[in-house]
Every structure is written in structure tokens, then in C-alpha cells.
């Protein structure tokens, strides 16, 4: 069993930065690769970004390319989602998961665990 915990969501201006967290607790996290997903109000959850378990490997999603930066360190077990030049249109619950496996995936039904996400308000 893992246990997630995401942090670092606020209010932020257009522009502005913010850094997410991710914390995991309960088993090796270094064999779990990483998602973050976003769920905006009235839309579906989507795929922002992943991390294969080493860290060696990620990826975005065209939106947030460029502007966020996905990464780990399993010594704290802990996965960051540094999001820069936000947008209105970032706006959503920023929701981390994990599961076992060497590569990320942009399917919801592949993940195992899942935060309870944290709110990301970026205002015009």
C-alpha cells in the first residue's frame, strides 16, 4: 500500500509560480512510476505529466510543456511538479498517483494510488 499526499496548491496571478508535492509513504516509492493529473470543474481528469520511477524519464502534455517541470527524489520519496508562467486555464485540482511499473502512463485505470489533490487557482 501507498499513500499519497499532495501540497503546495494556492491562489496565484497569471504568470506566477508554484511548486506541488507529492509525497509517498508506505512502500519503496522508487519502483512506482508517477502521474500528475488535473481535473478542472466540469471537465475530465486529465494527464499533465509523468515520471518513470528513476526519474530519467518524463513527460507533458503540449498544454504545459515548456512551462512545468516534472521531477523526484526518491530519497524522500517525494515527486515535485514545478508549474511556471501559469494560466487561467490551469486552473483544477492537481491530483498525483503512482503505480508499479517502469514507465508513466496517460491512463487513470493504470494507477494504483492516487492523492486527494490539491486546488490550483490561477486568476486573471
Known amino acids: 500500500q501507498v499513500q499519497l499526499v499532495e501540497s503546495g496548491g494556492g491562489l496565484v496571478q497569471t504568470g506566477g509560480s508554484l511548486r506541488l508535492s507529492c509525497a509517498a509513504s508506505?512502500?519503496?516509492?522508487?519502483?512506482?512510476?508517477v502521474g500528475w493529473f488535473r481535473q478542472a470543474p466540469g471537465k475530465d481528469r486529465e494527464f499533465v505529466s509523468g515520471?518513470?520511477?528513476?526519474?530519467?524519464?518524463?513527460y507533458y502534455t503540449d498544454s504545459v510543456k515548456d512551462r512545468f517541470t516534472i521531477s523526484r527524489d526518491n530519497a524522500k520519496n517525494t515527486v515535485y511538479l514545478q508549474m511556471n508562467s501559469l494560466k487561467p486555464e490551469d486552473t483544477a485540482v492537481y491530483y498525483c498517483?503512482?503505480?508499479?511499473?517502469?514507465?508513466?502512463?496517460?491512463?487513470?485505470?493504470?494507477?494504483?494510488?492516487w492523492g486527494q489533490g490539491t486546488q490550483v487557482t490561477v486568476s486573471s
Open positions: 508506505g512502500r519503496t516509492f522508487n519502483n512506482y512510476a
Open positions: 515520471i518513470t520511477p528513476s526519474g530519467k524519464g518524463t
Open positions: 498517483a503512482a503505480h508499479l511499473g517502469v514507465a508513466w502512463s496517460r491512463i487513470i485505470g493504470d494507477y494504483d494510488y
